[in-house]
């Protein structure tokens, strides 16, 4: 085998091992950020929940004051 051809072999072995990685990767993410938009979105519906009646209660003494 010429230098050539086992530089070819070798570049090209070395850039399918690189992009077989780069989507291994992004499934990765994937999941990483849809576990993240599960806590964010149960952080803010515990907040409401909590915060929800007294920020009700605010608005409807507000209401009231208006004339």
């Known amino acids: 085998m ?3 051809a086992a530089l070819l072999m070798t570049s090209l072995h070395v850039l399918t091992a690189r992009f077989d ?3 291994k990767d992004k499934g990765a993410t ?3 950020y ?3 938009v599960g806590l964010i979105s149960i952080a803010i ?3 409401l ?3 929800g ?3 009700n209660a605010l608005f ?3 209401l009231n004051a208006l004339p």
């Open 2 to 4: 010429s230098r050539a």
């Open 60 to 62: 409807l003494q507000v």
């Open 30 to 32: 994937a999941v990483e």
């Open 49 to 51: 929940a909590l915060i």
């Open 34 to 36: 849809g576990l993240l």
């Open 21 to 23: 990685g780069v989507k």
């Open 45 to 47: 519906i515990g907040t």
């Open 53 to 55: 009646p007294k920020l």
